[in-house]
Nanobody, 121 residues
Framework: QVQLVQSGGGLVQAGGSLRLSCAAS????????MGWVRQAPGKEREFVAI???????AYADSVKGRFTISRDNAKNTVYLQMNSLKPEDTAVYYC???????????????WGQGTQVTVSS
């Protein structure tokens, strides 16, 4: 069982920055793929970024070049640094963890509580 506790988020003006953190319980954090997913009002959840257990990362095209995912395995924590924020980045952001990957698609088993990010224009 893995518990994910998120922190960070809030209200920021367009062009600003925020950092989200997600602390995980457990001893095998490094073996998990850790991802960030967001959900805007009236929209489905969408992929934002992922940090694979091997260290590589991937991003949605909409955030590439502006967001950076990183992880500190010693602290069991994954981060999402968000720069040059836009109003369309407004959403509830969730971190998620999994060891189950099928044809390159992660199937998340554990979710954080979600944190609101609001970007004003």
């Amino acid at each position: 069982q893995v518990q994910l506790v998120q922190s960070g988020g809030g209200l920021v003006q367009a062009g600003g920055s925020l950092r989200l953190s997600c602390a995980a319980s457990g001893r095998t954090f490094s073996s998990y793929a850790m991802g960030w997913v967001r959900q805007a009002p009236g929209k489905e959840r969408e992929f934002v970024a992922i940090s694979w257990s091997g260290g590589s990362t991937a991003y949605a095209d909409s955030v590439k070049g502006r967001f950076t995912i990183s992880r500190d395995n010693a602290k069991n924590t994954v981060y999402l640094q968000m720069n040059s924020l836009k109003p369309e980045d407004t959403a509830v952001y969730y971190c998620a963890a999994t060891k189950r990957v099928d044809l390159g698609v992660p199937h998340y088993d554990y979710w954080g509580q979600g944190t609101q990010v609001t970007v004003s224009s």
